[in-house]
T-cell receptor
Framework: GDSVTQMEGPVTLSEEAFLTINCTYTATGYPSLFWYVQYPGEGLQLLLKATKADDKGSNKGFEATYRKETTSFHLEKGSVQVSDSAVYFCALSDRGGDTGRRALTFGSGTRLQVQP | NAGVTQTPKFQVLKTGQSMTLQCAQD?????MSWYRQDPGMGLRLIHYSVGAGITDQGEVPNGYNVSRSTTEDFPLRLLSAAPSQTSVYFC????????????????FGPGTRLTVL
């Protein structure tokens, strides 16, 4: 079945440091890929997405490129802020098939702590 | 739009008690789903619905029931709570039209933190 593997945390960085959170996936077909962010005490918010190979998703200074050849979707940001402290989830979505099931398969999450 | 709303935010149950977690969305989304979040495991799909009157099981359905009588509401029922059901529960919704470029973009509620003693 489908699976998502992302680097374990916690990741602790100083403000303005460069961020990379690795994500690799296993899936049949051509899934869509997502990064979700969860701030303390809140639900998940979509951060960015990519729906086909070589697409680059970007939002709020974060970027990730859909790499089919390496089955990866690494999250990057050039200069992190304290306000970026959160848990980040990589996820993929299947195409639904006959049942219309459109589940997200999540990685285990990576906690990012940015220190001033 | 309020988006996806969930009630209650927190709940403590004793083993064997029953309860219903409420979920509603005002975006006219056809697809709705329930996930549970456990430490170190990401989110796992419990049940989903592709439209009113249609539900199906996800990855971890045991111990949970759902129904979908309206497009807006998708309650999750625990018939006899067990400590293994202690978790944070998230409801999500998305558009039903597969031709929409954002059809698989899911919107999440704020979650319900459930503790079963």
């Amino acid at each position: 079945g489908d699976s998502v593997t992302q680097m374990e945390g916690p990741v602790t960085l100083s403000e303005e440091a460069f961020l990379t959170i690795n994500c690799t996936y296993t899936a049949t077909g051509y899934p869509s890929l997502f990064w979700y962010v969860q701030y303390p005490g809140e639900g998940l918010q979509l951060l960015l997405k990519a729906t086909k190979a070589d697409d680059k998703g970007s939002n709020k200074g974060f970027e990730a490129t859909y790499r089919k050849e390496t089955t990866s979707f690494h999250l990057e940001k050039g200069s992190v802020q304290v306000s970026d402290s959160a848990v980040y989830f990589c996820a993929l979505s299947d195409r639904g098939g006959d049942t219309g099931r459109r589940a997200l398969t999540f990685g285990s999450g990576t906690r990012l702590q940015v220190q001033p | 739009n309020a988006g996806v709303t969930q009630t209650p935010k927190f709940q403590v149950l004793k083993t064997g008690q029953s309860m219903t977690l409420q979920c509603a969305q005002d975006m006219n989304h056809e697809y709705m789903s329930w996930y549970r979040q456990d430490p170190g495991m990401g989110l796992r799909l419990i049940h989903y619905s592709v439209g009113a009157g249609i539900t199906d099981q996800g990855e971890v359905p045991n111990g949970y029931n759902v129904s979908r009588s309206t497009t807006e509401d998708f309650p999750l029922r625990l018939l006899s709570a067990a400590p293994s059901q202690t978790s944070v529960y998230f409801c999500a919704s998305s558009e039903g039209r597969t031709i929409s470029p954002s059809y698989n973009e899911q919107f999440f509620g704020p979650g319900t933190r459930l503790t079963v003693l």
